[in-house]
């Protein structure tokens, strides 16, 4: 099945559904800046007192729409991950009606609207800022991984800073998109096009890992010398108090313990 056939089944079948009132496609394809490879991302809008019901009816109703292999609820969210034999993927929102005053003309386009919902959309949202608690989060999470470092080295435990080295990478790039002033930042596989160009090139750059201590070294301390000047300029912006002493620690310690001299160590 084709990803514009499955819209319209989507759209078919939920529109069937007397429960919900208005559906429409957010996402990438709400947005009108999808590609070949976009998922479908699909918000529906019910009155509150048939949501709960929905949500019980949704595996029989998802099977309506496609056969599928994967059909699961996003913790206690009231959003599905579908994955359909023919690996077609789809996200299904289950909104209310009260809901529609919070969604915009901007990043939705319609399947269909029972009751005239669009008109309480507001015209655009307010573009994202960084969240100082998910700052904070991040920087000192990224001191916690990197002093792992020489845990791994002594134990040579390479495999596992492959892994740490991945989450070094996955925390630059969650400071990265937080750093972006969007309405919506989009998906973590869209970076080339929400990112500036030159820092998707410094990640695009950071060396590839091997299970070696050379590799785990000389990636530790690549992924330090992105992360570190973002996460001081960030945390200034959004008025976090600098982690100081942290910083401190993990500096001697790694320099006690494996030689390393991180870059830039502030006055």
Request: charged residues 25%.
């Amino acid at each position: 099945m084709r990803r514009d056939a499955l819209v319209h089944k989507i759209s078919g079948v939920l529109s069937a559904d007397h429960r919900v009132r208005g559906a429409w496609l957010s996402g990438s394809l709400g947005r009108g800046d999808a590609d070949a490879y976009s998922d479908v991302d699909v918000w529906a809008a019910v009155h509150e007192n048939d949501r709960d019901a929905f949500i019980e009816d949704w595996p029989t109703i998802a099977a309506r729409i496609a056969p599928y292999v994967l059909n699961d609820q996003l913790g206690t969210l009231p959003v599905f991950n579908v994955v359909t034999k023919e690996w077609r993927r789809f996200d299904l929102a289950i909104g209310t009606i009260d809901e529609a005053a919070n969604r915009t003309r901007s990043t939705m386009m319609k399947l269909f609207d029972k009751d005239k919902l669009e008109a309480r959309f507001q015209e655009s949202g307010v573009p994202l800022l960084p969240d100082p608690a998910v700052v904070a989060k991040t920087v000192k999470e990224f001191f916690r991984v990197l002093g792992l470092l020489p845990v791994v080295c002594g134990r040579e435990e390479y495999s596992v800073a492959v892994s740490g080295a991945g989450l070094l990478r996955t925390m630059i790039i969650q400071l990265m998109r937080e750093d972006v002033a969007a309405e919506d930042r989009g998906g973590a596989l869209h970076l080339k096009q929400l990112l500036p160009a030159e820092r998707y090139a410094a990640i695009a750059a950071l060396p590839p890992i091997v299970s070696d201590r050379e590799s785990a070294i000389s990636v530790h301390r690549a992924c330090a010398e992105i992360f570190l000047p973002l996460a001081r300029d960030l945390s200034d912006r959004v008025g976090n108090d600098w982690p100081q002493a942290l910083e401190d620690a993990c500096r001697a310690h790694l320099k006690r313990e494996l030689g390393i001299r991180l870059p830039g160590a502030r006055p």
